[in-house]
């Protein structure tokens, strides 16, 4: 009986993963944004959903799952069937808040990464009046006076957080950090004077540059980008440090080879199209559209990296 009964539950378990992809290729697709709608990775979604359905190949919901700094979407994506039905739209906070908080989730272990999709850019800014021309002028005037300057960003566990405690860390520049519940109030902040700097998701702050409103000292980009090509990056400035907010494509763990290689084509399919690529250069969003093994090590590379921050800046979740 106990053989009969296991090959009656794999027989099951066949079926229902059988269903699933069915049903997937019958045109249902769920993309999960662990983030409040209307935000810059939700929008990501949306847009990507939008190129998507218009293949024909399947219909795309986007489903926005926020909460515990991304954990409760990210999680509700690991325990959904690896079927391929279920996406998660990932970023840095999927491997940022695992380390800084205590949880039995890992998301090498318990996601199947499929592909890195895009990269957008990190900026260090002041206000527009500021005495500070260049990065190298915020330096210096941070170790004239050893707490005295503040660097503010939405946090916790945001990207922004560790470009501020990175940039102090590998500048030497002892300033008093400042977190905001959001990008917004970080940057009113400096508009209004009440911090020194901002680091910040250049999306969110290219419009106050361009108004002449905060002055861009530098990138933390590794090359400058095409958008601010005035803009010095922090290595150019002496501040030898890159961090790039990066968006992807991720399954449950276990997901069969056919079901990542499907999800893999529908996603690079539409990081093909140049309506696409143009909606994205719109957001700041640079096509990146790497895929397979080099994405599961550029994860385990981007733990260890955030580990590293996270203990010498005493970074921590509550």
């Keep these: 009986m106990g053989r009969v009964r296991r090959i009656f539950q794999a027989a099951t378990a066949l079926l229902a993963l059988a269903f699933a992809q069915a049903a997937l290729a019958q045109g ?73 908080r205590k949880s039995a989730f890992d998301p090498t272990r318990d996601l199947t990464p499929v592909c890195n999709l895009a990269e957008s ?13 260049s990065l190298a002028d915020l330096v210096a005037a941070a170790r004239r006076a050893p707490g005295a300057l503040t660097i503010g960003s939405n946090g916790p566990a945001s990207t922004q957080q560790l470009v501020a405690e990175m940039f102090k860390r590998v500048a030497g520049a002892d300033m ?13 902040a400096v508009i209004g004077g009440h911090i020194t700097a901002v680091a910040a998701n250049y999306s969110e702050v290219h419009a106050q540059i361009d108004a002449g409103q905060i ?8 090359q400058r980008i095409p958008a601010a090509s005035g803009t010095p990056t922090a290595r150019e ?37 140049p309506d696409l690529r143009a909606k994205l250069a719109l957001h700041q969003y640079t096509p990146t559209g790497v895929c397979g093994a080099p994405v599961a090590d550029f994860m385990r590379r981007q733990m260890e990296s955030i580990a590293t921050i996270a203990r010498e800046a005493n970074i921590k979740l509550e």
């Design 176 to 188: 008093t950090y400042v977190p905001y519940p959001g990008g917004a109030p970080a940057v009113n």
């Design 121 to 133: 850019p990190q900026v260090i800014v002041v206000k527009a009046d500021a005495p500070y021309k």
């Design 28 to 100: 249902r697709l769920t993309i999960v944004v662990p983030f409040a709608a209307g935000g810059g990775i939700d929008i990501f979604a949306r847009l990507l959903a939008d190129e998507i359905g218009r293949s024909g190949e399947t219909s795309v919901i986007v489903e926005d799952r926020p909460g515990a700094s991304s954990m409760i979407g990210t999680e509700y994506v690991a325990r959904a069937a690896p079927d391929g039905a279920t996406v998660l739209i990932s970023s840095n906070s999927t491997l940022i808040t695992p380390v800084l």
């Design 215 to 222: 002055r861009a000292l530098a990138t933390t980009a590794n």
């Design 237 to 273: 400035e002496g501040v030898d440090f890159d961090i790039t907010s990066w968006h992807g494509v991720a399954l449950p763990a276990k997901a069969p080879p056919d079901v990542v290689a499907r999800v893999e084509k529908l996603f690079m399919g539409a990081l093909k199209s």
